[in-house]
């Protein structure tokens, strides 16, 4: 069974800070997505990383696939409010596996 | 959006009592998922199915039934409720097999 571990679950921060939230797991996969979900609503996609060592940068919002495509981080520059939410990972095994997601990190951004 | 909705938004029932969660969609994507969420466990695949009539089981997919008998409909039944099914369900979508996902706003169902 694949995992995907998430860390921290939980981050307080203030407004402006930068923050990094990370994914782990001992297995290989070929994709990772990131998704954004805000309290009463369901999971919106923020990038898709493929490649090993790939890093695609949202705005404020960096996203680095780590080379052997077993961990990726998202790195978030100058929070603000907007972003608070929950942050989860979901890792593909090929094409038409199915995704795991990860457990989630729980993020509040104060003023 | 991907105009997805789901039916019931809240729902309470008893122990023993079936259940069905409807989700539409008016994107005709071939692609259909049910999850469920619950805290600790992050989202977990119930059934899914690729096309109408063709479906398959999830990792959680025990004490459940799903039924796709056309594109725009996907459907999942609880036969006999248990407390243990009281989670966060969602439906999602997609174009591809397991690509990206559009998620609907999901159901609360509490088992009493």
């Known amino acids: 069974t694949q995992l995907l571990e998430q860390s921290p679950q939980f981050l307080s921060i203030q407004e402006g800070e930068n923050l990094t939230v990370y994914c782990n797991s001992s297995?290989?996969?070929?994709?990772l997505q990131w998704y954004r979900q805000e309290p009463g609503e369901g999971p919106v996609l923020l990038v898709t990383v493929v490649t090993g060592g790939e890093v695609k940068k949202l705005k404020r919002l960096t996203f680095q696939f780590g080379d052997a495509r077993k961990d990726s981080s998202l790195h978030i520059t100058a929070a603000q409010p907007g972003d608070t939410g929950l942050y989860l990972c979901a890792g593909g095994a090929g094409t038409a596996s199915k995704l795991t997601f990860g457990t989630g990190t729980r993020l509040q951004v104060t003023l | 959006d991907a105009g997805i909705t789901q039916s019931p938004r809240h729902k309470v029932t008893e122990t023993g009592t079936p259940v069905t969660l409807r989700c539409h969609q008016t994107?005709?994507?071939?692609?259909m998922y049910w999850y469920r969420q619950d805290p600790g466990h992050g989202l977990r695949l119930i059934h899914y199915?690729?096309?109408?009539?063709?479906?398959d089981k999830g990792e959680v997919s025990d004490g459940y039934s799903v039924s796709r008998s056309k594109t725009e409909d996907f459907l999942l039944t609880l036969e006999s409720a248990t407390s243990s099914q009281t989670s966060v369900y969602f439906c999602?979508?997609?174009?591809?097999?397991?690509?990206?996902?559009?998620f609907g706003p999901g159901t609360r169902l509490l088992v009493l």
């Open positions: 297995s290989v996969f070929s994709s």
């Open positions: 999602a979508l997609s174009g591809r097999a397991f690509e990206t996902q559009y």
């Open positions: 199915s690729y096309g109408v009539k063709d479906t």
């Open positions: 994107e005709n994507h071939r692609y």
